[in-house]
């Protein structure tokens, strides 16, 4: 099976621009997580989809922001980004919500210049 | 809140000592308990979880209820066991994660 896929796998934008970033599930996987990685925070969890709707949401701004589609990708979108926003952005799916095994994608490094 | 600490952010030992990677957990209910490892340019993965109760690549972790606590332990380190380790729980809220410890193996 493939694993999760996350693209693109680096990015580089500067302040007040957005972005947009996608995340392919294991197949069969209907559930979508992500994460902010920083050297100061660590994982930091962002949302949950799961069947096209958001289930959970961590505490960042509205700037932050995502979807699932019907085939269970996925797109987390920041607008007006912001130096703070430099982090490595992990997906990870799971076959269902809960106390699931995720899957982790290889990350989206974002460079906010 | 819910919360996972990993006391430690730096663990060295030598090969062949054993290794203790500390983790205590504060969650509502029963939490299900995860540890992570992330290998140098690789992504994160599941190295075990409670429920499971398994042993991977010599680890095993013991959840103590009472102490909230749920401690990664390898009797006898390997220098490829070197990487970046996060404790994590979940229930019925997402993944939180632990702070993470890295592991260094001497030889």
């Known amino acids: 099976k493939a694993g999760v896929t996350q693209t693109p796998r680096y990015l580089i934008k500067t302040r007040g621009q957005q972005v947009t970033l996608s995340c392919s599930p294991i197949s069969g996987h209907r559930s979508v997580s992500w994460y902010q990685q920083t050297p100061g925070q660590g994982l930091q969890f962002l949302f949950e989809y799961f069947s096209e709707t958001q289930r959970n949401k961590g505490n960042f701004p509205g700037r932050f922001s995502g979807r699932q589609f019907s085939n269970s990708r996925s797109e987390m979108n920041v607008s007006t980004l912001e130096l703070g926003d430099s982090a490595l952005y992990l997906c990870a799916s799971s076959l269902a919500r809960g106390a699931e095994t995720q899957y982790f994608g290889p990350g989206t490094r974002l460079l906010v210049l | 809140a819910q919360r996972v600490t990993q006391p430690e952010k730096l663990l060295s030992v030598f090969k062949g000592a054993p290794v203790e990677l500390k983790c205590n957990y504060s969650?509502?209910?029963?939490?299900?308990l995860f540890w992570y490892v992330q290998y140098s340019r690789q992504r994160l993965q599941l190295l075990l979880r409670h429920i499971s109760r398994e042993s991977i690549k010599g680890f095993t972790a013991d959840l103590n209820k009472g102490e909230t606590s749920f401690h990664l332990k390898k009797p006898f380190a390997q220098e490829e066991d070197s990487a970046m380790y996060y404790c994590a729980a979940s229930g019925n809220t997402p993944l939180v994660f632990g702070k993470g410890t890295r592991l260094s193996v001497i030889a």
């Open positions: 969650y509502s209910g029963s939490p299900e």
